[in-house]
């Protein structure tokens, strides 16, 4: 799949990401719009943190089999430039959207504070989940897998068996 790259955008609704996106494959920026009418995993990554990067295949294979849930990455860290998180990101087949949070709006407007952190949020941005993608730091050590769970339990239309858990990987720099 191709890899995107969003640029920051200023508005705070989600009903409004009908913006810029930067596509690897072509080398060129597109607009996009998203559906308002899917709930969304908004997932904060980082290109300084490992923990960010151990994650992004099985991210990936969420985001195919839950293709009922719209995937958005923000890459939220003030001290790393445009520049080096386009360059960082280019280096991986990630098959979702991911922002340049640079200025932090989303980041602060979720109270993210590591990465990554995931949040499903419903169409009017309530948040459902927060927290883990897993237990551990990669996930083929992990021994329980939140986000796939809470995506399986929404899919069957079932109570979600969590609605936070502890975030591990690095500070968001702010």
């Given at each position: 799949?191709?890899?995107?790259?969003?640029?920051?955008?200023?508005?705070?609704?989600?009903?409004?990401?009908?913006?810029?996106?930067?596509?690897?494959?072509?080398?060129?920026?597109?607009?996009?719009?998203?559906s308002?009418?899917?709930?969304?995993?908004?997932?904060?990554?980082?290109?300084?943190?490992?923990?960010?990067?151990?994650?992004?295949?099985?991210?990936n294979?969420l985001?195919?089999?839950?293709?009922?849930?719209?995937?958005?990455?923000f890459?939220?860290?003030?001290?790393?430039?445009?520049?080096?998180?386009?360059?960082?990101?280019?280096?991986f087949?990630?098959?979702?959207?991911?922002?340049?949070d640079?200025?932090?709006?989303?980041?602060?407007?979720?109270?993210?504070?590591?990465?990554?952190?995931?949040?499903?949020?419903?169409?009017?941005?309530?948040?459902?989940?927060?927290?883990?993608?897993?237990?551990?730091?990669?996930?083929?050590?992990s021994?329980?897998?939140?986000?796939?769970?809470?995506?399986?339990?929404?899919?069957?239309?079932?109570?979600?068996?969590?609605?936070?858990s502890?975030?591990?990987?690095?500070y968001?720099?702010?």
């Amino acid at each position: 799949m191709k890899t995107l790259i969003l640029l920051l955008i200023s508005s705070m609704a989600f009903g409004a990401l009908s913006e810029i996106r930067y596509d690897f494959s072509s080398h060129k920026e597109r607009a996009i719009s998203t559906s308002k009418d899917k709930k969304k995993v908004l997932i904060f990554l980082s290109p300084s943190c490992p923990c960010s990067q151990k994650q992004f295949d099985y991210i990936n294979s969420l985001a195919k089999k839950f293709d009922n849930v719209e995937f958005i990455g923000f890459s939220s860290n003030k001290h790393i430039s445009k520049d080096s998180a386009l360059k960082y990101f280019d280096q991986f087949k990630i098959n979702f959207p991911i922002f340049i949070d640079k200025d932090l709006k989303y980041a602060n407007k979720f109270s993210a504070f590591k990465t990554p952190h995931v949040f499903l949020i419903d169409e009017n941005e309530e948040v459902m989940y927060q927290g883990a993608v897993t237990n551990k730091r990669s996930p083929k050590l992990s021994t329980k897998f939140y986000l796939n769970d809470v995506l399986t339990a929404l899919k069957e239309n079932k109570k979600l068996p969590y609605t936070l858990s502890k975030t591990l990987g690095c500070y968001i720099a702010r």
